[in-house]
């Protein structure tokens, strides 16, 4: 009986089917692209002028959304979709990578808040298919990353405060879903804070505007504490929840809580929690302090205060529970990275970067929305890495009988049903009137 491996070197290879289809799955995306019809949101508000690349922004925009969606990381993996028959599942012209980039390189400060404009008018339309909050409650994480870089001639990228070279985005995401609701690329030595009243009243009146009718609670960490920020925010009549840093005045405020105000809570196995709560400035101040008790205890144990300023209203162990929920973000952005092509940024133009911060923006979210639109998810149970590797990387041919196209997938598939559950309700969207 002959081995594997004289089998295996029997088998002729030949890269000729030209009805071959790469990641297959992206028919999802493309049709919920079609439905929320994308490409002539960016025709219609994206206006580069006579620059070079300036023709046709929507159909670009699509091929570098969708090739972000199949995993590519840099411009050249625009190619991964003009293989095969590939291009006809895109429900568009798939331009070279060159193209795309020019497109991009083309982009100056104005362009890119055109391009801001038209990922919260897809926001709105699709929160307007069954995505949203509708009038519920909407709660909003807003953070900042590093996104690393090689190479000295990245326009904008700075060691900051990580010592690590880079940009510094501003990102707000949805807790409940991990959609990227807002996106601001800045340069890496930015602090935290930098251009956040900004931002919030951009990402308010965004939220605004979707649709999002309801209350309105954000959460942040320390680096965005400030008076102003807080000033703003109750200008704009938002519930927030945002950690203060250890200062003297914090330090006098929590020495000053009497010890029959705290309350013991479910933290860890190997520690002690307590709650309690007082208040600063006008605020609520609610204090959580932790001391280890397990075998990394200390040789004098102390306790570890964490506190955070709030205005909303619930029990303080609802709040602090629901405040350490903060941390969801971060699988957003590590989604966003690992999932979307944010963990690159490939262009030596801030402006160009900034495009593909959006761009990745708008890839994260149509996966996401097809987990919630198509399957019927409504949290963050399934990441980009997981919806690719079931739905969208299928290998597929493409063969037409009878005026009929038919594409061809794997039988047996363990997601199949799936796909077509997905497929159905996506194509049941209507049109943005």
Known sequence: MPSSQVLLDQVDVAFDDQRAVAHAGLLLLATLADRLEIERAADQLVDLGDRPGAAHPGRKLLTLVHALAAGGDCIDDVELLRSGATASVLGHRVLAASTVGTFLRAFTFGHVRQLDKVTGEVLARAWAAGAGPDDGPLTVDVDSTICEVCGYHKQGACYGYTHRLGYHPLLATRADSGEVLHARLRKGSANTARGILRFVDELVARLRRAGASGEL?????????????????????VRYSITVRQTKTVRAAIAAIPEAAWVPIAYQPAGVAQVAETRYRGDRLIVRRVRNTGDQQQLFPTWRYHAFVTNRLGTMLELDADHRRHAVCELAIRDLKAGAGLAHLPSGHFAAN???????????????????????YRDQQTVAKTLRRTLLALPGRLTRSARQWRLHLPAGWPWAHSFTMALARLRCIPHPT
């Not at 609670?217 to 009549?237: E, H, N, P, V, Y």
């Not at 979210?365 to 019927?376: C, D, F, H, K, Y």
Request: aromatic share 12%; net charge positive.
């Open 217 to 237: 609670t954000f959460r942040m960490d320390s680096g965005f504490w400030s008076a102003k920020l807080i000033k703003r925010l109750r200008r704009q009549r």
């Open 354 to 376: 900034a495009a593909w911060l959006l761009a990745a923006t708008l890839a994260h979210n149509l996966i996401r929305w097809t987990a919630s639109l198509g399957l019927g």
